[in-house]
T-cell receptor, first 115, second 106 residues
Framework: NAGVTQTPKFRILKIGQSMTLQCTQD?????MYWYRQDPGMGLKLIYY???????DKGEVPNGYNVSRSTTEDFPLRLELAAPSQTSVYFC??????????????FGPGTRLTVL | DAKTTQPTSMDCAEGRAANLPCNHS???????VYWYRQIHSQGPQYIIH???NNETNEMASLIITEDRKSSTLILPHATLRDTAVYYC???????FGAGTRLTVKP
């Protein structure tokens, strides 16, 4: 298994540009998550999904959109990039939420800079 | 969700046991305690989890007090590669806190 994969690894955007961060998992997990991590800080949940077709907001959803058309893929969309969105973005997945099946597996991250 | 409190940073000598504490006094009966770590610039890595009983795996041991209001992650023989930020989480689904930055020194 490849686990959780993310593309791209690095990206520089200009203010106002759009992009999609890709996330794919091959573990047949129901739950998927997007986090952002600012320098020296902990992770903050942006959006999560409990299964194909179902998504919900996390702590910091403003400026982002998600979709979940398949179990494997959970792309994160930035429509109008702003400098405040400069961060490292991590995608994660888990079989369940809560309880012993809630172990989250993380991708390697996407480092995004908005100038 | 239960709030967790961890020290901001700790040091440990290489080869010695690293004991990382976590307070979670508001934990509810069905909430598990999870530990993750994040080595610089990488995605967080699962270490161990438990509900009531102490747990051990190939990476670490988890000691949970009888009242479940606190726990300790034990790395029995810390190496330089264990230098990382360690997160204690109750209710994994929602949020990670600031964690404890463990520095293992030679």
């Amino acid at each position: 298994n490849a686990g959780v994969t993310q593309t791209p690894k690095f990206r520089i955007l200009k203010i106002g540009q759009s992009m999609t961060l890709q996330c794919t998992q091959d573990m047949n997990h129901n739950y998927m998550y997007w986090y952002r991590q600012d320098p020296g800080m902990g992770l903050k949940l942006i959006y999560y999904s409990v299964g194909a077709g179902i998504t919900d907001k996390g702590e910091v959803p403003n400026g982002y959109n998600v979709s979940r058309s398949t179990t494997e893929d959970f792309p994160l969309r930035l429509e109008l990039a702003a400098p405040s969105q400069t961060s490292v973005y991590f995608c994660a997945s888990s079989y369940l939420a809560g309880g012993p099946g809630d172990t989250q597996y993380f991708g390697p991250g996407t480092r995004l800079t908005v100038l | 969700d239960a709030k967790t409190t961890q020290p901001t940073s700790m040091d440990c000598a290489e080869g010695r046991a690293a004991n990382l504490p976590c307070n979670h006094s508001t934990i509810s009966g069905n909430e598990y305690v999870y530990w993750y770590r994040q080595i610089h610039s990488q995605g967080p890595q699962y270490i161990i989890h438990g509900l009531k009983n102490n747990e051990t795996n190939e990476m670490a041991s988890l000691i949970i007090t009888e009242d479940r209001k606190s726990s300790t992650l034990i790395l029995p023989h810390a190496t330089l590669r264990d230098t990382a930020v360690y997160y204690c989480i109750v209710r994994v689904r929602v949020r990670f806190g600031a964690g404890t930055r463990l520095t293992v020194k030679p």
